[in-house]
């Protein structure tokens, strides 16, 4: 066959990449460090065939459009879809690749980390040394909260949930888990989101970004944690209503929040929850691993390729389309 036009949104790792070049020698790449403008994305992915993107860039009616109807396939290197209008492209019987698996226990284990941070209050302890305020050891010096025998719950129990759970044995802890949809696993109980909110030390956000999950840490469930408790967002920023957020951290509501993910993303560096010591943010690196990324470059592309030969997409996110 004729070589297909591809465009690729970023300059992901090599070992995707270097199969999509075996394939198809010249793909064309946006090699900037910041993702092509709304103008610039729907100049380029103009008659292309395929489209590799990422979650920085909003996939809906308009950018579908602006390629044209001879695509076959769109491979987003995330797991996550929320920035893909996943209906409209069934609609118009394009095949979305997503990376489902490969990024669960980097995911889980920033989800720890972050746990760890906020509950031992790394972040000010370091913040503390720098700015040359260590002067003794002193027996009241920025305590924070224990992991044993809390109770660590889980709100969304899919593949991240469960190997946050799977982590939290390890530290002794109580699971406890909110998601209709899911058998337990590790040992951890299944209970409403109330009771959930009542009896957790930390509160875990797993769910995906939808319409039913958006905003919905807001005031009422916020006042309904512990004052003691800390809040752990791994999943997506709009899944927290953050103006709610900074005034339960502020009016110590809530003892503290580690956040990966905000709205928007970069968080302006004017927003007030950056002010706050009880809250720590880091810019989105769940998957942040080395090993990881090589492993969602590769399946980023394998299901491009796939889409490109006109096979079925080994990940698929919209199967219906098959349909
Ligand atoms: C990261 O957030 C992803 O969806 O891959």
Do not use: C, K, N, W
């Given at each position: 066959m004729s070589q297909p036009k591809i465009f690729i949104t970023r300059l992901i790792p090599g070992p995707g990449l270097n199969l999509i070049k075996e394939h198809f020698p010249s793909p064309k790449i946006w090699t900037h460090d910041l993702p092509p403008t709304r103008e610039q994305l729907l100049e380029r992915v103009r008659g292309v065939d395929g489209l590799l993107c990422l979650l920085t860039e909003r996939i809906d009616a308009e950018l579908m459009d602006a390629i044209g109807?001879?695509?076959k396939v769109i491979s987003s290197m995330?797991?996550?879809?929320?920035?893909?209008?996943l209906g409209e492209a069934t609609k118009r019987g394009i095949p979305i690749g997503h990376t489902p698996g490969v990024l669960t226990d980097a995911t889980a284990d920033q989800t720890f980390a972050l746990l760890l941070a906020a509950a031992r209050r790394m972040v000010e302890g370091v913040d503390y040394v720098r700015a040359g305020k260590w002067t003794t050891w002193h027996p009241q010096l920025l305590l924070g909260a224990d992991m044993v025998g809390a109770t660590l719950g889980i709100v969304g129990f899919g593949r991240i949930g469960q190997a946050v759970a799977k982590r939290a044995q390890g530290f002794d802890m109580r699971v406890i888990y909110h998601d209709p949809t899911a058998e337990s696993a590790y040992n951890a109980q299944p209970v409403d989101l109330d009771t959930l909110l009542r009896e957790s030390d930390f509160v875990s956000l797993h769910v995906p970004f939808t319409a039913e999950t958006?905003?919905?840490?807001n005031d009422q469930f916020l006042s309904s944690m512990k004052r003691t408790a800390i809040l752990v967002n791994t999943?997506?920023?709009?899944?927290?209503d953050q103006t709610a957020l900074h005034r339960a951290l502020k009016s110590k509501q809530i003892f503290a929040a580690a956040l990966?993910?905000?709205?928007?993303?970069?968080?302006?560096?004017?927003?007030?929850?950056?002010?706050?010591?009880n809250c720590i943010i880091v810019p989105?690196?769940?998957?942040?691993?080395k090993r990881t990324r090589d492993q969602m470059s590769l399946l980023a592309a394998r299901n491009l390729i796939a889409g490109l030969k006109g096979e079925r997409l080994p990940h698929c996110a919209n199967p219906e389309v098959y349909k």
């Open positions: 109807s001879q695509v995330s797991v996550g879809v929320d920035h893909i209008d958006r905003q919905m840490v999943s997506r920023g709009g899944v927290v990966d993910v905000t709205d928007p993303e970069p968080l302006p560096m004017d927003s007030p929850l950056l002010e706050l010591e989105h690196l769940g998957s942040a691993s």
